[in-house]
């Protein structure tokens, strides 16, 4: 057996050698059919957190609220979620947002059945919407869109259909409610076989804002900062992979969504230019978010959105 100098370099070159064991990450996203959940399932399997010595598992929850509960219950580390969840940090959730994933809502829009007599955005006065929760990004945007068109607060009847599209398809389609703000594609896919549409898109009474953010709790902050800038390296690794193979992408998004290449191409050109390619936040996106608050009675008074955020752990330019 090898002794001295000549043992101790046999032994470096062994732990060298040895394949690091990827760092377990939780994270947490608000519903199974929305782009922050396809886009990180897309990292996912063009191996870019794996690339960064990460092994994300990815926890889906009913809505942004029960996602908020679990970061308030430490179990998950980190959020890819609706930015109407600063709110929450102002109430007291440990978490800070701590990158910038998405603009305006081009993802989300109303869907309605295919013979609907709702032609227009002024025939939804008065009607039943599903909604995701209460107090989701999915009401945020409808009560947006209410306030832009002039009507009162209960123009909308708002009704909690779930964070999957089934439970409010099937709402839909036995007339519970007259229409949903779910995923856009959901219409372009309903309207191939006549059973649903695409009234708009959220983005034609929403353009400066912030959809999707990404947050992390305060214990990961404090205790695995490395952590945190090695997931956003790979998120903004693979939004640049995502943006510049539409081909692949596609084909992935179609391996997780089932929808037609017809459906998934027109739901990827409508909505990948919605992702920031640096993660850095907007000041005129952050103070419509701060006045939405108040708007939605989510908080008293318009919060500094200063003291919300950081953008120590993005990528270096």
Request: charged fraction near 20%; charge should be neutral.
């Amino acid at each position: 057996m090898p002794s001295g100098p000549a043992f101790l370099a046999l032994v470096l070159t062994a732990l060298v050698s040895m394949p690091t064991r990827a760092e377990g990450l939780r994270v947490g996203v608000p519903q199974v059919n929305g782009y922050t959940y396809l886009a990180t399932q897309v990292a996912l399997q063009n191996g870019y957190f794996k690339n960064n010595g990460i092994d994300v598992d990815v926890v889906v929850f009913a809505g942004g609220a029960k996602l908020q509960q679990a970061i308030f219950a430490n179990s998950i580390d980190l959020a890819v979620s609706g930015g109407t969840d600063f709110a929450y940090i102002v109430k007291g959730v440990p978490e800070v947002a701590v990158a910038a994933v998405a603009g305006p809502p081009l993802a989300l829009g109303i869907i309605v059945p295919y013979q609907s007599s709702i032609v227009a955005a002024d025939d939804l006065k008065g009607k039943k919407v599903g909604i995701t929760s209460a107090g989701s990004l999915s009401e945020w945007l409808l009560r947006r869109m209410a306030q832009k068109k002039g009507w009162g607060s209960d123009a909308l009847t708002l009704v909690a259909t779930g964070s999957s599209s089934s439970g409010g398809m099937a709402a839909l389609a036995t007339g519970e409610i007259d229409a949903l703000m779910t995923q856009s594609a959901v219409g372009y896919q309903l309207e191939l076989s006549k059973r649903g549409r695409l009234l708009f898109p959220s983005s034609d009474y929403v353009e400066k804002f912030l959809v999707y953010a990404t947050f992390a709790t305060i214990p990961i902050i404090r205790d695995r900062p490395e952590t945190v800038r090695r997931f956003l390296k790979a998120w903004f690794e693979n939004i640049a992979d995502m943006r510049a193979h539409r081909a692949k992408t596609v084909d992935l998004l179609r391996s997780l969504t089932k929808f037609d290449l017809e459906v998934q191409s027109r739901e990827y050109d409508l909505v990948m230019p919605m992702f920031s390619i640096d993660g850095r936040f907007e000041p005129d996106a952050l103070n419509v978010l701060a006045n939405s608050f108040v708007e939605m009675g989510m908080l008293d008074t318009k919060p500094d959105m200063s003291k919300l955020y950081t953008e120590e752990y993005l990528p270096r330019p």
